[in-house]
């Protein structure tokens, strides 16, 4: 890959916009021919977010795998249906890695993407570098799979030139078949959650202890020869961690046996490594009861082999108490901690059931059971009942008054793990259970702190970036939260609303803010005065969706505002009350010069049915067109006149069929097939005879469609409807 640079922190918003429209440039550009308007605008936004980017750092470096996408070693939104799609758009290429440089221009942008939306895949890495030249693109550079440096001894029978770099080198580097040694440094590379990940697809019949042994000398090699570091131990323990549980102690056990191999390496990297590290190790091969060989053992002593000291253990303030992991410790047991009595103090049948335990062969849990578990017991769910534990100690009135100020601290880091992980609905409870004890104490300073805690500006937008972020994936409990906060909550969701760029993160904080009715109305009607046209577009929104018709007279100034897509928000809002004045709006958008604002007028009639413009919409059918293009256009129309299936338009409909042309005939039989779908949304005496012509039209497509209108009508009447 490209040689590192100095990596500057990127605003992630704005990286997964860059993504997205990247990917949507893409797409268009695949499906339209250059200079077409969806084509133009999406390269420049693309363009545009890239620029933004580059003001953070020169280079954009985004790699590959399968359907993921990772950036400085983390993975980027896996769950994201868009990022999912452009990771594997380029994988099927063989492309591991994309590289934005700055300097980068519109005409580059747009030729990379001509040239992977090609069809062609790419395998050796020079020849790349010699198209991209050819295609004067010389601020992107990619990187290909390099399959020469991979050499199975199995047959290859089942794999595809679209697998994924890492799942082949770590299959090869388990099976023993990779021919370069420099390829192993592609360990440092993989996040170990993904190592692992990979190994724990491997059917354990393709897995040996050579296996094992190469993918732990591959971690502790490095890029050093002579040692490792506690980084590389940690990174090492970080993929052990994520494996299966059979596979764990497999690997443990590996890693005993690699450095029990080379004792001298050891010993020249331990004088590096923490004893955190060393301990963690110790700690792993005890909980796994592994045998650790005894030079090994002696070796890792001397850094691990810390004495327990009493004086720690000695109470704050007491001479004679001991405490532990803040339990008090009888005399009993500080007896075994002073003179190491253990044998006085445990029985030989209390050793024999330890030793009984020791031997027994474990039961492995079926994996849907072990998930469940994984589940119950993961640290956000270990959280929230800890919550809930905590709030049940409030109801029953259990808090001292001199625990009080202990136990706020405690709900507010509990605060703190709950917006993160999107349990709203303890986060709620928390608010109201302060706000309960608040009340029923007013003259308690801690009580006082903890309200102002909950309620003050700086917390609340940590709620609001919360719900921003992740709040639609827990919608039911993002209600419950803003239910606790009640309507001085409205304010800050308007402004999350204004800040927000993502339209699916808008949509939701809309469903938030409606959730409020009247109250979050009123809200949204002050903000109409602001200059930003998408204020003022997101608050018509509002007050279209909520559907309360005394805001149609502020809403009214706005039908000729001169942005169009707040005129197309405040017409869609009166359209909504079937009022005069938004249907007068709309029959001026259907002549306007702007065809695209045209266009959506005349899909607006459709949808809101509007019967008072069908005489505009015969009208524009009636009107001439000079070419095939123009011919086409009267679709829409068309397809609105049906929709709204007023019989005015049965006369507009027989005009069309009746038409013949030589030179645009392609497009004028499209039109008719068009006007023949539509004409099942009428009464079949009022368009039987159009049926007739349609299925006398020598055109087949146009025949069959109204054969099928037909026997619609037909099965229509036979089922009594």
């Known amino acids: ?34 200079g077409h308007p969806s084509v133009q605008q999406s390269i420049n936004r693309a363009f545009d977010y890239l620029n933004k980017l580059f003001e953070l750092r020169p280079l954009i470096t985004l790699a590959i795998a399968r359907d993921t996408l990772i950036i400085d070693d983390q993975t980027i939104d896996e769950k994201n249906p868009v990022f999912k799609e452009f990771a594997l758009s380029n994988s099927r290429l063989n492309i591991a890695y994309i590289t934005y440089k700055k300097g980068l221009t519109i005409d580059e942008l747009y030729n990379f993407h001509r040239l992977i939306t090609s069809g062609e895949e790419f395998y050796c890495n020079e020849k790349i570098k010699d198209t991209l030249v050819k295609k004067n693109i010389s601020h992107i550079e990619i990187g290909c ?62 897995l040996d202890e050579k296996g094992y042994d190469r993918v732990i000398t591959g971690y502790l090699k490095g890029t050093r020869e002579q040692i490792f570091s506690s980084e590389d131990m940690d990174r090492l323990f970080s993929m052990i961690n994520s494996l299966r549980p059979e596979l764990r102690r497999q690997f443990l056990s590996s890693t005993v046996r690699v450095l029990d191999s080379d004792r001298e390496k050891l010993k020249r ?40 000291d009493i004086d720690m253990l000695k109470q704050a303030g007491s001479e ?142 940590k709620v609001m970036s919360s719900l921003r972020l992740i709040g639609r994936l827990f919608r039911s409990e993002a ?36 959730y409020f009715g009247k109250e979050g109305v009123d809200e949204a009607v002050k903000l109409l005065g602001d200059s930003r046209w998408f204020v003022k577009r997101n608050m018509l929104y509002i007050l279209s969706e909520a559907g309360y018709e005394e805001v149609v007279p502020y809403v009214k100034p706005y039908c000729r ?19 005069p004045y938004g249907i007068e709006a709309l029959r001026e958008l259907l002549y306007d010069e702007d065809h695209e604002i045209a266009h959506q007028a005349i899909l607006l009639a459709g949808a809101y049915r509007v019967k008072e413009l069908v005489p505009d919409l015969l009208k524009l059918l009636r009107k001439k067109g000079f070419s095939g ?52 949304n009428f009464s079949y005496e009022d368009v039987s005879g159009l049926i007739e012509i349609g299925m006398k039209s020598k055109n087949p497509k146009i025949s069959r469609v109204a054969k099928e209108v037909k026997l619609r009508f037909e099965r229509g009447i036979y089922d009594g409807k």
């Open 561 to 579: 505002h001169e942005n169009a897509k707040v005129r197309i928000e405040a017409i869609k809002c009166l359209l909504k009350f079937n009022d």
């Open 629 to 680: 293009y123009d011919i086409l256009n009267k679709s829409p129309i068309i397809k609105t006149l049906g929709q709204i299936a007023d019989p005015r338009a049965i006369e507009g409909f027989k005009e069309i069929l009746k038409l013949k042309s030589v030179l645009f005939k392609s497009a004028l039989d499209s039109i008719k097939e068009e006007v023949i779908r539509t004409l099942a």
């Open 479 to 514: 209600f419950k939260l803003i239910e606790s906060y009640g309507n001085s909550i409205i304010p800050y969701l308007l402004d999350s609303l204004i800040k927000e760029e993502s339209s699916s993160s808008r949509k939701f904080l809309i469903a938030l803010i409606l």
């Open 145 to 206: 799979i390099d399959y020469d440096a991979f050499s199975f001894k199995e047959t290859d029978e089942g794999a595809t030139p679209e697998e994924n770099l890492w799942q082949r080198y770590i299959y090869g580097l388990l099976k023993g078949s990779l021919l370069k040694d420099e390829t192993q440094g592609l360990l440092e590379g993989i996040p170990p959650s993904k190592v692992a990940e990979i190994i724990n697809q491997i059917p354990d019949e393709e």
């Open 269 to 308: 990297s331990l004088k590096d490594i923490s004893v955190d590290t060393i301990i963690n190790l110790l700690d792993a091969l005890n909980k796994e009861q592994l045998t650790i060989p005894e030079t090994l053992k002696s070796i890792m002593d001397k850094f691990s082999s810390l004495k327990l």
């Open 320 to 461: 004679e108490s001991l405490v532990l992991d803040d339990i008090l410790l009888s005399d009993e047991l500080k007896s075994i901690f002073q003179k190491g009595s253990y044998n006085e103090f445990v029985s030989d049948e209390y050793k024999q059931e330890i030793q009984k335990l020791i031997r027994a062969k474990r039961k492995h849990l079926p994996k849907s059971k072990l998930e469940e578990l994984t589940k119950d017991f993961s640290e956000p769910v270990l959280y929230g009942k800890l919550c809930s534990l905590m709030l049940e100690l409030s109801d029953q009135n259990c808090i001292e008054r001199k625990n009080l100020k202990k136990y706020i601290a405690r709900l507010k880091e509990q605060s703190t793990v709950l917006l993160e992980t999107g349990q709203y609905s303890e986060l709620s409870r928390i608010v109201s259970t302060i706000d309960e004890m608040f009340s029923a104490h007013p003259d308690s300073e801690e009580l006082k702190e903890a309200y102002e805690y909950f309620h003050c500006s700086e917390f609340i937008e």
């Open 1 to 34: 890959m490209v040689d590192e640079k100095e990596k500057l922190p990127l605003d992630t918003r704005l990286l997964s916009n860059a993504i997205i429209e990247l990917n949507i440039s893409r797409r268009n550009v695949s499906l339209y021919p250059k």
